[in-house]
């Protein structure tokens, strides 16, 4: 279809949809006479005529080229007003008179915004009766049983006729709750004493030193981290590292270690920045809307890239704190549940107005060390600009790129200069707007940074000023790498925005506004005009029958392997239904009733007999329960990719504890970092003791993801994921055989054990917490010692948690 076609396609439906009394006398020749070159021999518009409503409304409806009511928003009048070469109608020839266009402009303007069907809210949907959406109303326990979770449990299992599974023995239970707390294995120590701990409330205790332990906020993490889909770097193309996206990881560490209330966890992570006299804390906890992806190819589209982001935001929230597949609603009302396009937009509206910042956020460590050197790299950075006259040249460059944002079209070299700008340089677009003065140190010195890198067509074509500023750019990075780092953190912040329907979910075809508002099926917000805190809150109020339900199912899933309903993701109606309803409203209402505390839910299900049951098939069991469903005895898991890789350093001693921190790069095969597009992607790797961080701190590029953690299922980062799933595949076991990453720690660990008076025993002890059976060691004795310890790391059971 030709440009040409468009436009006259373009004009027909705006003379169709002038329903005044002059509609053949004024609007319509306006559009036949400038679009007559349409409409010769062998035109795809042959014998289209506009000159009367009957001839008209021959053609189709190509409603979407205007807004009614709304003409800036209009294509048509875009076009026809553009000085852009490229987007300009007619492409031919003298442009549109401004007469002809102020009178086209005046008449979409006085279009009623409901009179196209383009512009029209979608009808609502019908109320729903379903599960998910009933108010959580604490059920009765059933009598005759000490624990609430094991009366409901076990009366569901009577009924079926089946018995729970007896208790699993001390060291299994040990191994047990000690990788379900904290993703590392008990030490022999560890092991031993609980073992010889005759005292009633002996695994009480373990379980309350486990939920001490900072490694509880390191293990619980990672499923946070997986519904936030955090990463290091932006995705698509250029796929640049994000250097500070670690910061909001350590918040949530430190949150969850010390317990932070769920009602709060969550407010501060969706509004932190709206609460009365934000802290720092509760701003950085914001970052979790900072990991959408972020595309920086010049030639995409600014508008599209930030809706694509606000859409990802709306649809992560709706999936990690209601369970709901919201973004089904994008371009109509969802198929299956009671949300209608509108609501979905009404939810977008709180994420649409606000804007990325970055603040500082130093660790305790830095602030002296950066204090005491800023001096010093200021004078040096001075003097580099003053030698390159660098001020200079990008007093020149700023007023050219700036014209060119103000006046686009208007010179092609520097309409490019203005697109990488926005592409490549966070906030642009503000830079653009407001006056340099108003910029803070940091900002000034980024946007030189930016500038000796791209310094415009006219600096480029002097090759000598070229060659200088090119000098001056390495100087300058250099000079950076000197200074001691001091942190920053991704933050959101609120802005103002006019919210859109977009029709069809295209983000350039506006419908009617939409204000922030939530979903009907659910209570009202209280709020008349209601702010990021309002949906925050919302959110975690006690007349909402999702987030309590949801969070307690995803907890559950970490501990049984499935949740009480499966699709923890989807609590819709084409989501499963509840194995237990009444035990899963029990726990939500405890988790409310208990402050929302994390630490105190997890502890209530670890020390039921449910948790406490021994893992193991009986042929009684496959038969009836194969899934595990009724949970008359626990499950075996897979452990996450991150746990496998954390048990083979703790078992070797190589594991480096500190908590916390910047990213790593542990050794990966050679080629991995190469399939990044042009060569953007490097994979330096970490020394000392940062290669041995546990696996929540490997670096996490999108588009060429460390390859262990992919091998063993980790998503992909690029939406969020409420549950891995768990393959078994032959790469796997040579993952484990061959990896550096794996066969270093089997080298560690025969050398930790060679010097043990059973050092066979010895490995055991600290892979599998227990002693080798007779066979086991007869067949392992007949390889070295380095060759079973590699054998110990690849078994099944090291994987797996019983």
Same mark, same amino acid.
């Given at each position: ?114 009179? $196209? ?236 107005? $606000? ?117 001056? /750019? ?218 041995? /961080? ?109």
């Amino acid at each position: 279809m030709t440009l040409r076609f468009v436009l006259a396609i373009a004009c027909w439906t705006a003379a169709l949809r002038a329903e005044a009394p002059d509609f053949g006398k004024d609007v319509a020749p306006v559009f036949q006479k400038r679009c007559i070159f349409c409409h010769g021999a062998g035109s795809p518009m042959a014998g289209l005529r506009l000159d009367s409503e009957a001839n008209a409304r021959k053609g189709g409806n190509l409603g979407a080229v205007i807004v009614p009511g709304v003409s800036a928003d209009s294509p048509l009048i875009q076009r026809i007003s553009s000085d852009d070469g490229g987007l300009r109608m007619p492409p031919q020839g003298a442009r549109v008179p401004d007469d002809d266009i102020a009178k086209i402009r005046a008449w979409v303007d006085s279009l009623p915004k409901a009179e $196209t069907a383009a512009t029209k809210s979608t009808p609502k949907p019908a109320a729903s009766s379903h599960w998910a959406f009933e108010p959580i109303r604490k059920p009765a326990i059933p009598s005759g049983f000490a624990n609430a979770i094991d009366a409901f449990i076990q009366t569901r299992l009577s009924r079926e006729h089946l018995a729970p599974s007896p208790a699993a023995d001390r060291v299994t239970l040990a191994r047990r709750v000690t990788l379900d707390l904290t993703g590392i294995p008990p030490t022999p120590a560890e092991m031993s004493a609980f073992v010889a701990d005759k005292r009633p409330d002996a695994y009480e205790r373990l379980v309350d030193r486990l939920l001490a332990s900072p490694r509880y906020g390191e293990r619980w993490a990672r499923p946070w981290l997986d519904l936030a889909h955090y990463a290091d770097s932006d995705g698509f193309e250029k796929d640049l590292v994000r250097p500070w996206a670690w910061r909001w990881r350590q918040w949530v560490i430190e949150a969850l270690n010390a317990d932070l209330p769920f009602d709060q966890f969550t407010i501060w992570q969706l509004a932190g920045d709206l609460l009365p006299n934000a802290t720092r804390d509760q701003k950085i906890a914001t970052g979790f809307l900072r990991n959408t992806l972020t595309n920086r190819e010049a030639g995409v589209d600014r508008a599209e890239a930030r809706f694509e982001q606000i859409v990802n935001r709306a649809n992560t929230v709706a999936t990690t704190w209601l369970g709901l597949t919201a973004g089904c609603a994008q371009c109509h009302n969802h198929k299956f549940d009671p949300i209608s396009q509108k609501e979905y937009y009404a939810l977008y509206a709180f994420f649409d107005a $606000t804007d990325e910042r970055d603040i500082d956020a130093p660790l305790p460590q830095e602030t002296a060390a950066y204090d005491a050197a800023r001096p010093e790299y200021d004078r040096k950075r001075a003097e580099l600009i003053a030698q390159f006259r660098v001020d200079e040249y990008q007093r020149k460059w700023w007023p050219k790129i700036k014209d060119a944002f103000e006046h686009q079209g208007r010179d092609t070299e520097w309409d490019f200069q203005v697109t990488e700008f926005r592409a490549g340089f966070d906030g642009a677009e503000k830079f653009l707007k407001e006056d340099p003065i108003t910029q803070t140190r940091r900002q000034q010195d980024r946007l030189t940074d930016f500038f000796v890198g791209h310094i415009g067509p006219e600096l480029d074509r002097d090759k000598a000023i070229a060659a200088s500023l090119k000098e001056a /750019r390495t100087a300058l990075q250099k000079l950076a790498r000197e200074l001691p780092p001091y942190t920053q953190a991704p933050i959101i912040a609120a802005d103002t925005a006019n919210t859109r329907l977009r029709i069809g979910g295209d983000y350039k075809t506006f419908g009617e506004p939409v204000a922030p508002g939530t979903l009907a099926i659910l209570p009202p917000l209280k709020s008349a005009t209601p702010t990021r805190l309002d949906l925050a809150r919302w959110i975690v109020s006690s007349d909402n029958p999702l987030t309590a339900r949801v969070a307690v199912n995803r907890i559950w899933q970490e501990l049984f392997g499935r949740g009480l309903v499966r699709t923890s993701e989807d609590f819709g109606t084409q989501g499963d239904k509840p194995s237990h309803p009444e035990l899963l409203d029990w726990l939500a209402t405890e988790f409310v009733a208990k402050a929302w505390s994390q630490k105190a839910l997890i502890r209530t299900i670890v020390l039921s007999d449910t948790y406490r049951q021994s893992s193991r098939l009986t042929a009684e069991l496959a038969a009836k329960d194969p899934e595990n469903i009724l949970l008359a005895r626990q499950s075996r898991l897979r452990l996450p990719a991150e746990l496998i890789r954390d048990g083979a350093l703790a078992a070797s001693g190589l594991l480096f504890e500190q908590i916390g921190g910047r990213s790593v790069r542990p050794p990966q095969p050679k080629g991995v970092a190469e399939l990044g597009y042009g060569g953007n992607v490097k994979w330096p790797e970490s020394t000392g003791t940062d290669r041995y /961080r546990r696996g929540l701190y490997v670096h996490y590029q999108r588009t060429t993801p460390y390859p262990m953690l992919s091998n063993f299922d980790a998503p992909d980062s690029n939406i969020s994921c409420s549950r891995r799933r768990v393959s078994n595949t032959p790469l796997q076991a040579l993952n484990l055989l061959n990896d550096p990453v794996f066969v270093e720690p089997a080298q560690a660990l025969a050398k930790r054990v060679q010097s043990e008076a059973d050092p066979l025993g010895a490995a055991f002890l600290l892979t599998l917490g227990r002693a080798p059976s007779a066979a086991e060691r007869t067949r392992l004795a007949k390889l070295p010692l380095a060759d079973a310890a590699r054998v110990l790391l690849n078994l099944d059971e090291f994987v797996t948690r019983e």
